[in-house]
């Protein structure tokens, strides 16, 4: 009887050890980095100092051998951020694949230009490349990113007239996948883009909006379904708009195509981008948008924060950030991942701060 007590005793003395040590964080309390050309050990033991344990990287680094090496040897997770429809440098080389808004324009603004999500070659194309590097670099997961139509959401603020967000897409070729879809025809004295979209968003807005999430749940199923045939326990996140349900009269869905139960069915992780600071609101946000989001994607709300001022000139304080951190770690979050780890490397202070409040907040 003594030794079973003993015995007892001992394992609860473990478990409380290890749900007070730092490297045994459950949550995701990563970075993004897209280039580094310094000493990958310097920056790992930095990272595993301050409690950063999972990494979001491209191109640049998931083709690095020693990189990879080093992560997995200590620990941080690696999540490839797979880049879907936009495609700046494939638009360049085929102009007819842009996504076409309301107005008869192609989609861009600014650094912004988005593929039209229903091409079909397209579409197989970034799988066959997604899947290729899962196979080459063996990541722990896979970021969605770009996986919606077009959408400038970096200067949509709160007061924002939602009709003022641009609507895609309406190629020819959508326009006659819907039709197809709807079975229903466009009224043939219809003739400029403006007037079949003003007809569609007006007799068949609901339709529309169904079938463009349709399009990019699909995607995203695909992309989860080929990755998994190569690891099926890879971990999947997916990067969305920061617009909860209803806001900007549901734009999310019917501007981004962005369902976000749908996602979740398909992803460990959904990543509203809560970028406050560009988008004009206050670190409260951040918190409310984690709860909103959790009740369509429970227990899968991965909220992704911005570091450094962008877009907007507005002076990011010691005291603002740590506000934003806890934020974004309360409540039903799984963690938080920051944007990016340029910004937190120029700001030692900020460090600080992320080691005190990762450790302050764990569960």
Request: proline letters at 4%; aromatic letters at 12%.
């Amino acid at each position: 009887m003594f030794k079973k007590n003993l015995l007892i005793i001992v394992v609860l003395l473990m478990a409380t050890v290890l749900s007070c040590n730092p490297g045994n964080d459950q949550r995701v309390i990563g970075v993004k980095l897209y280039q580094y050309n310094n000493d990958f050990s310097t920056l790992i033991d930095e990272w595993k100092n301050i409690g950063i344990n999972t990494v979001f990287i491209d191109e640049n680094l998931i083709q690095k051998p020693d990189f990879m090496q080093l992560c997995a040897e200590n620990g941080i997770a690696t999540y490839f951020i797979a880049r879907t429809f936009w495609n700046p440098e494939r638009l360049a080389e085929d102009s007819t694949l842009y996504a076409i808004t309301s107005k008869g324009e192609k989609a861009f603004d600014d650094w912004v230009h988005f593929v039209c999500p229903t091409r079909e070659e397209y579409r197989k194309e970034k799988i066959r490349y997604f899947t290729d590097m899962v196979k080459k670099h063996n990541p722990t997961g896979i970021s969605i990113d770009f996986i919606r139509y077009f959408a400038f959401w970096e200067m949509v603020y709160p007061d924002t007239n939602p009709d003022s967000i641009p609507n895609t897409c309406f190629c020819d070729e959508c326009l006659a996948k819907f039709q197809q879809y709807g079975n229903f025809t466009i009224p043939e004295n219809l003739n400029t883009t403006h007037e079949k979209s003003a007809w569609i968003v007006e007799d068949h807005g609901d339709t529309f909006k169904q079938w463009k999430c349709g399009n990019i749940t699909s995607m995203v199923s695909d992309i989860v379904a080929a990755v998994k045939e190569v690891k099926p326990n890879i971990k999947v996140n997916t990067h969305i708009v920061p617009w909860r349900k209803g806001e900007f009269e549901d734009a999310c869905e019917r501007v981004a195509g962005q369902d976000v139960a749908e996602f979740a069915r398909y992803a460990d992780y959904v990543s509203p981008m809560c970028y406050s600071f560009m988008l004009k609101r206050e670190p409260e946000w951040i918190g409310e948008f984690v709860t909103s989001f959790n009740a369509e994607a429970p227990n899968k709300v991965l909220p992704s924060i911005q570091i450094k001022e962008a877009y907007i000139e507005k002076s990011i304080t010691g005291e603002l950030f740590e506000k934003c951190l806890r934020e974004s770690l309360g409540g039903a979050s799984q963690g938080v991942v920051l944007w990016a780890w340029d910004a937190l490397d120029n700001e030692p202070a900020y460090k600080q701060i992320m080691k005190k409040v990762v450790e302050e907040t764990r569960k």
